[in-house]
């Protein structure tokens, strides 16, 4: 491995999975989801093309499903242009490092992420409180710690835009971590939402396991700042958009994703906050 790129000493494989592990879409015709164990990945591709975007890196130990997933929808030859980071928590750079050293690729973050992503600072631990679900309770084995991945991580530019996704716009939905952000496509209403929200109750281990979908706010255990989550889902349902993959869950569309919405943004205290701030 990279001398300059390693994981936080608490890096470790999380033995959660869930009936969509291993499970792939296709969104859209340049959009391709995939579970790995209990988070999606997704993959942007240019059309008539074996090049592609990775948006987000997966569970920890999982470089070997990604790179298998990415050869058999691309083909043996497929080569990444970036990885897009929505944000570094352990569920989302699980394979990283090891996906950087395979395909030679930059990684893309927000400024207010990199120091999580360059080894100066952790994000806070998690915090078992927050729920009575089983996933909340275990969560204190979840690696908080930060990895480095030294000069392969980059900002992403100032302008909006998305390295290699045409007509994608990142937007910054802080909360679930500062630098937090969601891609958006206006011409669509395509968008990969990151933990800004999810599609299932990521606190309850039986509804991860079964995939049981409900729109929710951000994983709990996992989200220090709830005003800026607040205003991130606000600021999402206002884009109104027709079709939404999440980090947790399985991917909404038309009037179930729009009325999902509404109802997270008019019940957010009651919906998305944790017990202990209600």
Do not use: C
Not at 101 to 106: F, R
Not at 224 to 245: M, Q, R
């Amino acid at each position: 491995m990279n001398k300059n790129m390693n994981y936080g000493d608490d890096y470790r494989f999380i033995p959660a999975t869930s009936v969509q592990s291993g499970v792939s879409q296709e969104l859209l015709p340049d959009l391709y989801v995939h579970t790995s164990q209990i988070a999606n990945i997704v993959f942007y591709s240019y059309p008539g093309s074996n090049e592609f975007v990775l948006i987000d890196a997966g569970m920890p130990k999982s470089a070997e499903e990604i790179i298998a997933v990415a050869e058999r929808r691309f083909g043996k030859n497929a080569k990444a242009k970036a990885i897009i980071l929505t944000h570094g928590h352990f569920d989302h750079v699980g394979a990283i490092i090891e996906l950087v050293e395979h395909w030679q690729v930059p990684v893309f973050a927000h400024l207010l992420e990199l120091p999580y992503l360059t080894g100066l600072k952790d994000y806070p631990e998690p915090d078992p409180t927050v729920d009575s679900g089983l996933v909340a309770k275990m969560s204190p084995m979840f690696p908080n710690e930060a990895i480095d991945l030294g000069e392969s991580v980059q900002e992403l530019p100032l302008d909006g835009t998305v390295p290699f996704m045409e007509g994608f716009k990142w937007i910054h939905t802080p909360g679930h971590t500062p630098g937090h952000v969601s891609l958006f496509r206006e011409r669509d209403g395509a968008l990969i939402a990151g933990d800004a929200f999810v599609t299932v109750k990521q606190e309850s281990l039986y509804k991860v396991f079964t995939q049981e979908k409900e729109l929710n706010g951000p994983p709990k255990y996992l989200t220090p700042d709830w005003a800026a989550a607040f205003e991130s889902v606000k600021i999402l349902a206002a884009l109104n958009p027709s079709v939404a993959v999440t980090g947790h869950g399985v991917p909404m569309s038309g009037e179930e994703l729009s009325e999902g919405l509404r109802k997270l943004v008019d019940n957010f205290d009651k919906i998305a906050l944790p017990n202990n701030k209600k």
